[in-house]
């Protein structure tokens, strides 16, 4: 048996759709352990581009069973579109399985979402409005809507009546439309016979898999440094992104994995609010350069998404808080044409040096990068599928990156497709 993570390592949009795609020929399961329809994965194969939201990006190769786990949550009306889309185009989606008590993103959720990111006494955190923040706000309050209440009517109609009897408070102080419980209910009413099949006990189906010898993937959405405990706090998601998530997001116990890829690009993104010191400004020509090359725009709300060099640091915390095996480094080919390369190395922090992540976040807000620099190349790397095919000092670039974060690179991703890889290490 075989239990395999992916998670991301800095702040999302890492590549994991195309990393947990990669591995998927020698899966038996995926399971997506945390977030919903926040995520946005790109994964190209043979020239064909599916973007993915909700599914785990394993969905896309025949025969591997999809798992949306306990941890998740759900926007149904964007599931099944979601799979209309992807059986549209060939893709057999028919083994999904969604647990019975993963949670559901309802009107009110996203309506919240929405009320709280334009309150002008609020922070804002930039978030992807699709009523993430508030349905697991609702899961641990003990008031969310589960996938096994929408076959109970009545249980149903009373705990939106009740969840609907403190949102409309909300609602009316925030000048908004309230809500009745006949209009969310209607949303996704027209699905609940077509959910009935797919609702599994998916504990029992994980832990049974990993009994009979399978191997399980474990797909992550978001990634680290937005991870609720162990991110830039209060700029995060509101699951637990990292390694961790998985037990608690799919009741599987920790001695069932086996291993933890991290996915780490080869400069660093992020969309929405929050820190992030080796951001590179708008308006440069590295960041411009970056944007344009690498198509940095959210695959969820198309914002374009903030660049900036590599984070070792970032990198390093990474490895710490989920303990990886082997990084797969993405858009190495992003970074050719640049004359110079930056990586942080290290922070000062009111003139303090940090080798590792402050431990407070005010001290991480106000960290400033100290960089060490690389030589840049100008080869076309695309082609590479060796890391001797690559330029030195690309060569040079990789085997500092392992150096400075202390994992190893095991993949190093030369282009968009599924094939363009080198792979250095098997990842299994
Ligand atoms: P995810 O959310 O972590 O799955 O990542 P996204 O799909 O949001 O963003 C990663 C983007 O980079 C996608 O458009 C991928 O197709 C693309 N990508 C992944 N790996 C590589 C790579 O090695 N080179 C290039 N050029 N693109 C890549
Ligand atoms: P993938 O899986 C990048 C960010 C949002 C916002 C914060 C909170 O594609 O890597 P939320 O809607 O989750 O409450 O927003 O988290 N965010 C992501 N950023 N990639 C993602 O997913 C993200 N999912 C959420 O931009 O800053
Ligand atoms: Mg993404």
Aim: proline share 4%; glycine share 10%.
């Amino acid at each position: 048996m075989s239990g395999i993570v992916i998670v991301g390592a800095q702040w999302g949009d890492e590549g994991k759709g195309k990393a947990a795609d990669l591995l998927s020929s020698k899966i038996d399961l995926v399971a997506k352990f945390n977030g919903g329809n926040n995520a946005g994965h790109t994964v190209v194969v043979n020239g064909e581009t599916y973007t993915l939201h909700l599914l785990p990006s394993g969905i896309l190769t025949p025969g591997v069973v999809p798992v949306i786990a306990s941890g998740v949550v759900v926007d149904i009306p964007v599931l099944f579109n979601e799979l209309d889309a992807l059986t549209s185009r060939g893709v057999d989606v028919s083994k999904l399985l969604v647990s019975s008590s993963a949670h559901v993103i309802t009107k009110y959720h996203r309506a919240l979402d929405s009320a709280m990111e334009n309150d002008p006494a609020k922070k804002k955190i930039g978030t992807t409005g699709r009523g993430i923040g508030p349905t697991y706000a609702d899961k641990i309050s003990r008031s969310g809507i589960r996938i096994a209440d929408l076959f109970n009517e009545e249980l149903l109609r009373e705990k939106i009546d009740s969840a609907l009897d403190s949102k409309n408070r909300i609602f009316t102080h925030y000048e908004r439309p309230t809500l009745s419980t006949d209009e969310v209910i209607e949303e996704f009413a027209p699905y609940i016979a077509r959910l009935k099949p797919l609702v599994a006990d998916t504990p029992l189906v994980l832990n049974h898999a990993l009994d009979s010898g399978k191997n399980v993937l474990f797909e992550g959405g978001q990634a680290t440094m937005l991870d609720v405990d162990f991110g830039t706090y209060p700029f995060v998601t509101s699951s637990n992104a990292t390694a961790g998530g998985v037990c608690t997001g799919t009741g599987v116990g920790p001695t069932r994995i086996d291993k933890v890829i991290g996915v780490v690009k080869a400069y660093t993104t992020r969309v929405g609010e929050g820190p992030f010191p080796t951001e590179i400004p708008l308006g440069d020509k590295v960041a411009d350069y970056l944007l344009k090359v690498g198509g940095e725009f959210g695959v969820t709300t198309g914002r374009k998404r903030r660049c900036g060099w590599y984070d070792a640091v970032v990198a390093k915390y990474s490895s710490l808080v989920n303990n990886f095996s082997d990084f797969v480094l993405t858009k190495l080919d992003i970074l050719t044409g640049l004359d110079v390369i930056k990586v942080c190395v290290a922070y000062s922090v009111r003139g303090e040096v940090f080798e590792d992540m402050p431990a407070d976040s005010a001290g991480f807000a106000v960290a400033e990068p100290i960089y060490e620099k690389f030589v840049g190349w100008s080869e076309d790397i695309s082609g590479a599928r060796h890391f001797a095919d690559l330029p030195e000092n690309a060569q040079n670039y990789i085997t500092a990156l392992e150096e400075l974060s202390g994992t190893r690179i095991s993949v190093v991703g030369v282009g968009a497709d599924r094939g363009a890889i080198i792979e250095r290490h098997k990842l299994l």
